[in-house]
Every structure is written in structure tokens, then in C-alpha cells.
């Protein structure tokens, strides 16, 4: 060897002398080579399929995060036009972050990647609180509901359901803000080595994104250029700055109560001695008498009870009243009905449990002529609210007597929860009469199985219903089909109202008042996207007196309100009730709706 010629090492081998033959033994004492750097030297081996996957992960980010900016937050809006926009937002978003010097720069772009993972688990939420309650996720007032929603998949599903549904959530959580970020650190430094390029990317995009708004370039009736994103942050900025003023809003309204200086003897003076049953009907909605996959079996159901009841001397009037919630939030609706009060969040719902406001429970309790009993089987944990409603006792779903199986959700099937109301309260000989609020919740969500009806005689301890139950539908694979979703939410419905009012038939007298309603709307699955929040009421007294008291509400006879009976706020029903029964019934101008 020369003495001005080196040793030559592994690093000044190039990739074609490799190639041609076995490299030379290294010579006693050199270092060993270095590991090639790049996937512990895999994209140096296979230098074409390294670039294939770095061009591809590099795509996958773009589309990443279009998918983010572009995505739309309701499921029935997720089609390909969604996608085939121009994003302003990712325009004025990349032009900020290549303006930014070098050390901002990735701060900026990891920022920004936090947001919009956080942007897509919100428009995610918004789905899901789309398809149950058919309105955004507040972000003020709606994280209590995450709980409750776990609770009902446990109780639907079982808690290896819940614990499964609670993983993916999390672990999607995780994947979205990591996958999200690394996504838009990459694509800013793409931008940021090939500066030229992307700026006049930018500039053509910017001019294109002009030309489409101007023009007013659409793709199947979707817009081209889009700022979505944009309207969906605005929209949530002023949502939390409404959520935070209804505080105020809701207790100036509150501090109104037409009745809170009547004296109690001239309280309810038009029903002393009668029994007065306030009954709601899960889920029971418009949807069940208007829509036409429904309105034939559902015409015949109502018709028939009507004339039952009629048979056994019982008269109905019904009509229309206007929850302020649909899919779910039932306590929301009966505390709108009870308190006279718009209670639509559960800010609302918190502020007026925890203060001193009368309802139509408080006020019978007051008059001290009437016993106060709920029939609460959906309570299966401690309700302190309970004492707010003026409830003289609660039945709750462990204080029933029930030893059947829980139906899904449904601890108790509306049977035997009102034959419970009989043994426990209303059949008890030398009682005072009864205020009753009984809630039947066999028409809840995931409607299957359902209990039917069976002689009441039979119903025991309720552990007959364990082989009804066996005989029932599967809720998973109902839910495969959102038909058999809206014909088992029917059958519900029509065993709910098979049970009251076969109740009235069997134990009902002259002294028995019964208002029963709906307190929502069912989920959008069944409302098939429906706004309408309308659920009926009805009004069934044996007594004459009773509904001439409330002739001048123009309600429609039967059990069926009519499509044009009058339709009122949930929130007005309290006082308008109040004034027909008190001293001077229907003589008082009932409020405006």
C-alpha cells in the first residue's frame, strides 16, 4: 500500500462500487461502520419503496388534515361533495405559518395540530349529539351528559359494553390530537424546505378560493369554496357566551310565580278530593300519531283506548305541547312541566332544583289536602332532587317489589309499576287523596325487548317477566336496521299506553283525574331528522266538572289530539292548569302561549 494512499473506509464506499463484488475485510483496528441513519438503515437498503412510503405518509397527512377542516359535524352531511372543497381556513393557516420565523414556527405548528384534533373530537360529539338529542354538544353545559350516556350504554349493552365504548373513545381521543399534530408539524416543514413551491400553491389556491366564492362554483349543490370551519368556531364562541349569560337570563325569569302569594285554600278548589295521577310517557312524541309508517296501527291503539275508557265512563280531551328537548333529557321536561319554566340545559335544571321555586308538586303538597307519592322506577341511585319536587315519598326502582329483569334500560316494566302504584298507594283503604307524578319508562331508548301485556293478576313479584323477556328482540340487531328501529319504538309506545290505560279501566273511579304526555321526542333515528319538539297530552276524568273546567282549551276529544289542537309551551302548562282548577276555573283568561 502507498504511503499516500489511505485506508479506505466503509462510509467512501459508494452504492455502485458495492455492487460489485464483496467488500474488502476491514484491516485490524478500524471502528466498525456506523448504522446507516433512516429506520435503522432499511430506507438505504430499499431507497424506492422508502421514498413510496415517505411521499405516501406525507399524503396521508395533507389528507388528515383536510379531513379535519372539511369534515362536516352531522352523519347525514357525510358524503364525497363534503369533501371535494377549498378549505379558507387551511389556506390562511398555512400562509400564517411559513410568514413565522423558524423557532415559531413549529411552536405554531403544534398548536395549531393540538387544535384541530380537538376541532374534530368536537365535530365528532356534535354527531353523536345530532343523531340522540338533534343539536350541537354545548360546550358550556353538556359534560355532565357524557356520564349519563355512559350510564345508558352499560345498562343497554352491559358493562362490558360501557368499559369497550369507553376505551375507544379514549384511545380515539389520544390517536386524533397525536396523529393530528405530527400531520401538521410534517406538512410545515415540507412547506417550509420547499418555500417557492408552496407559495405559489398558496397564491393560486387563495385566487381560486376568490374566484369560486364570486362566481358561486358549487358541486352537487355544495359550495366550492369553504369556510365552515370558520362559521362552526364562530358559532361555538357564541354559544358559550350565551350559555354564560342564561344564568342570569334564567334567574330573572324564575323570579316570576303568578301563584306564589295565593293563599292554599284557594289552591286546586276545583279538585278537593280527587286523586290526581301526572303521568309521562317516555319518548312519546308526534312522530308516533303523524308519521305514516305509524299513524295506521298507532290511529287504531288510541282509538281503541278511547273507547275502552269510554266504556267504563271515563271522557278525555287532548292536545299539543312543545318540549324543550327531544331524543333524551327527560328530567329537563318534567321539571319544564312541573315548574312552569323553560328548562332546557342543565345549568337550568341545577339553578331551579337548588332554589326556592314552586312547583305544581309544591303547590298540592301545600295545600295539605293531598298525599304526594312519585313513581319513579328509572331512579335506581340517590335523588336529592326528589325533596325539591314536594314529594311527600318515592318509589324508586328498588322499592317497587319488582324481581324481574331489567328490559335494556327499563328497570321496570310499565305494568307492574303502575300495579305497584295501586298495592303501594292508590288501593290503600282510608287514605287522603293522592298527587301522584308516575313515570313509565318502557318506551325508553334502545326499545328492545319490550314487555307486553299480560293479566294483572299474574304479575307477582314481576318474575314473570323473565321469560317475556327471552321472547323479546335483540337490540343489536334492531339497531342494524333503523325500520325495525321505528317499529319497535311503536310496539313501546303502544304497551305504555296499553298499561295506563287499562289501569284506569281496572282501578280508576269518579274521583280519578289523570293528565299523561309524552316528554320528548325520540332520537333522530325515529324523528328521521324531524325539528318538531310537539309531544300529546291528554286529560281523563270520570267526573264531568273536571273537563269543563278546561272546555275553553279547545282540545280535541279522545285520546288522539288533533293535527290542528291547540299547541302550547311545556313551561305554560303549570299555570294554565292552576288557573282552570282554581277558585274561578275557566273564567280567567288562560296565558298567551
Known amino acids: 500500500m502507498s504511503l499516500f494512499t489511505r485506508p479506505r473506509r466503509p462510509q467512501d464506499t459508494t452504492e455502485g462500487e458495492a455492487d460489485q463484488g464483496e467488500p474488502a475485510a476491514p484491516e485490524e483496528g478500524t471502528p466498525p461502520a456506523a448504522t446507516p441513519p433512516g429506520w435503522f438503515g432499511w430506507r438505504h437498503r430499499w431507497p424506492r419503496t422508502a421514498h413510496g412510503v415517505t411521499v405516501g405518509i406525507t399524503v396521508l397527512a395533507g389528507a388528515l388534515v383536510l379531513f379535519a377542516l372539511l369534515v362536516p359535524n352531522r352523519v347525514e352531511r357525510l358524503e364525497a361533495g363534503a369533501f371535494l372543497r377549498l378549505p379558507a381556513e387551511g389556506i390562511l393557516l398555512a400562509t400564517l405559518l411559513l410568514a413565522l420565523k423558524a423557532p415559531w414556527r413549529r411552536i405554531a405548528a403544534v398548536v395549531t395540530g393540538v387544535l384541530l384534533g380537538l376541532l374534530t373530537v368536537l365535530k365528532f ?89 364570486t362566481v358561486g362554483v358549487q358541486v352537487g349543490g355544495v359550495p366550492i369554496a369553504s369556510k365552515g370551519t370558520a362559521d362552526l368556531v364562530g358559532d361555538r364562541v357564541e354559544q358559550v357566551r350565551a350559555g354564560l349569560r342564561d344564568a342570569r337570563v334564567f334567574e330573572k325569569e324564575a323570579s316570576v310565580d303568578a301563584f306564589a302569594k295565593t293563599p292554599p285554600d ?39 283506548g278511547t273507547r275502552r275508557l269510554e266504556d267504563a265512563g271515563f271522557a278525555s280531551r287532548s292536545g299539543w305541547l312543545k318540549s324543550p328537548v327531544t331524543g333524551a333529557g327527560s328530567w329537563l321536561a318534567h321539571s319544564t312541566f312541573l315548574s312552569g319554566l323553560w328548562i332546557k340545559n342543565q345549568q337550568r335544571y341545577r339553578s331551579l332544583t337548588t332554589s326556592d321555586r314552586m312547583t305544581l308538586t309544591n303547590y298540592f303538597r301545600k295545600t295539605g289536602d293531598w298525599r304526594t307519592v312519585g313513581i319513579v322506577p328509572g331512579v ?68 328492545s325487548p319490550i314487555a307486553h301485556m299480560i293479566d294483572w293478576d299474574d304479575l307477582g313479584d314481576g318474575s314473570v317477566f323473565h321469560e317475556i323477556k327471552k321472547e323479546g328482540t335483540d337490540p343489536k340487531e334492531v339497531w342494524k336496521d333503523p325500520e325495525n328501529v321505528r317499529t319497535e319504538y311503536r310496539r313501546a309506545i303502544e304497551y305504555s299506553l296499553s298499561s295506563l290505560t287499562e289501569w284506569v279501566e ?88
Open 125 to 213: 360529539m356534535d354527531m353523536g349529539f345530532y343523531q340522540v338529542l338533534a343539536r350541537p354538544f354545548d360546550l358550556v353545559l353538556d359534560w355532565i351528559l357524557l356520564d349519563d350516556a355512559t350510564d345508558f350504554v352499560r345498562e343497554s349493552f352491559g358493562r362490558g359494553g360501557q368499559v369497550l365504548a369507553v376505551v375507544g373513545v379514549i384511545v380515539l381521543f389520544v390517536a386524533l390530537l397525536a396523529l393530528m399534530t405530527l400531520a401538521t408539524v410534517r406538512l410545515t416543514g415540507l412547506m417550509t424546505r420547499h418555500r417557492p413551491v408552496a407559495v405559489r400553491t398558496l397564491l393560486v389556491l387563495g385566487v381560486a378560493w376568490i374566484t369560486c366564492v
Open 266 to 304: 284557594q289552591l286546586f278548589t276545583g279538585l278537593r278530593g280527587k286523586d290526581v295521577l301526572f303521568t309521562f310517557i317516555e319518548s312519546y312524541g308526534r312522530v308516533a300519531i303523524d308519521d305514516p309508517a305509524m299513524a295506521g296501527p298507532m290511529d287504531t291503539a288510541l282509538k281503541e
Open 380 to 447: 335506581r341511585r340517590a335523588w336529592p332532587e326528589g325533596k325539591f319536587f314536594g314529594l311527600d315519598h318515592i318509589y324508586d326502582s328498588e322499592h317497587l317489589g319488582y324481581r324481574g329483569p331489567y328490559f335494556s334500560w327499563t328497570p321496570v316494566p310499565d305494568q307492574f309499576s303502575l300495579e305497584a302504584f295501586e298495592r303501594l298507594e292508590h288501593g290503600r283503604k282510608d287514605r287522603e287523596p293522592i298527587m301522584a307524578e308516575i313515570i313509565l319508562a318502557s318506551s325508553h331508548n334502545p326499545w
Open 506 to 593: 281496572r282501578y280508576g273511579d269518579e274521583n280519578t283525574v289523570l293528565v299523561f304526555l309524552g316528554d320528548h321526542q325520540p332520537v333522530p333515528t325515529v324523528t328521521a331528522g324531524s325539528t318538531d319538539k310537539d309531544v300529546p297530552v291528554s286529560i281523563v276524568a270520570k267526573d264531568p266538572k273536571v273537563l269543563e273546567r278546561v272546555a275553553d282549551w279547545n282540545w280535541t276529544d279522545g285520546l288522539k289530539p288533533a293535527a290542528d289542537a291547540p299547541r302550547w309551551g311545556m313551561d305554560t302548562f303549570r299555570d294554565r292548569f292552576m288557573t282552570a282548577y282554581g277558585p274561578q276555573g275557566g273564567a280567567i283568561a288562560a296565558p298567551a302561549p
